[in-house]
């Protein structure tokens, strides 16, 4: 069964370009943003479904706990990629329907979220450590999405931002680095196959719909 996720930089249009491609029939978009505004208005869900695999998945729940507190520590960040791994692993153990699944925030989208919170590790090792405990489609094709406008679409977004975009949105540090090795992973990883599109000014043009309508 294939799978499709995208990835890169928060506000490059991750979600506005999973939800257009969730519009075709044999798509559905499986996660929502974790960034942003969107966060709060379905963290409730997210905790919901994230306590849920707690329980169904108890062997994962335990195993990535322990990935992430050896890795990032007991601080408030370990905690919130504990609770969206596991709201990410049950949206991926195919609870729902049997359409291709589409992820705006997937497994490498988390895995460039911990490397933001780790240092002086060894980011391959590591980085494959979390793919194993996940269960990753042998088919997966993983869409980058390149937006040079990030900053800018960034710093005009309304509402309350996320604890990475206050810190980072000004400035591409080393965020956008680790997105970079997020791609290399891609690269090399079997069955991995990676597709870069540009997303002009956060607006899907129809180059971009005709790729999308393709896969």
Same mark, same amino acid.
């Given at each position: ?47 919901? #479904? ?9 062997? #994962? ?5 322990? #990935? ?13 990629? #504990? ?133």
């Amino acid at each position: 069964m294939k799978s499709i996720e995208f990835v890169g930089m928060p506000g490059s249009g991750k979600s506005t370009l999973a939800t257009e491609l969730s519009e075709i029939d044999e798509y559905i978009n499986k996660t929502h943003a974790i960034d942003g505004t969107k966060l709060y208005s379905i963290y409730t869900s997210i905790i919901w #479904f994230a306590t849920i695999n707690f329980f169904l998945n108890f062997d #994962f729940s335990t195993k990535y706990w322990n #990935f992430i507190s050896d890795n990032i520590g007991t601080n408030t960040r370990a905690v919130r990629l #504990f609770i969206y791994g596991n709201y990410l692993y049950y949206t991926m153990s195919g609870h729902h329907d049997k359409k291709t699944p589409v992820y705006s925030q997937g497994v490498l989208q988390l895995i460039w979220s911990i490397l933001n919170n780790v240092s002086n590790k060894n980011e391959t090792q590591l980085s494959e450590a979390i793919i194993s405990l996940f269960p990753v489609n042998e088919n997966h094709v993983v869409i980058y999405v390149r937006n040079e406008y990030w900053i800018k679409h960034l710093t005009n977004r309304e509402g309350q931002k996320s604890q990475f975009e206050r810190e980072d949105h000004l400035t591409k540090n080393s965020t956008a680095k680790n997105m970079d090795k997020v791609l290399e992973l891609v690269r090399k990883t079997e069955n991995f196959e990676l597709v870069k599109i540009s997303n002009k000014e956060g607006q899907i043009d129809e180059s971009v719909r005709k790729m999308l309508q393709k896969l």
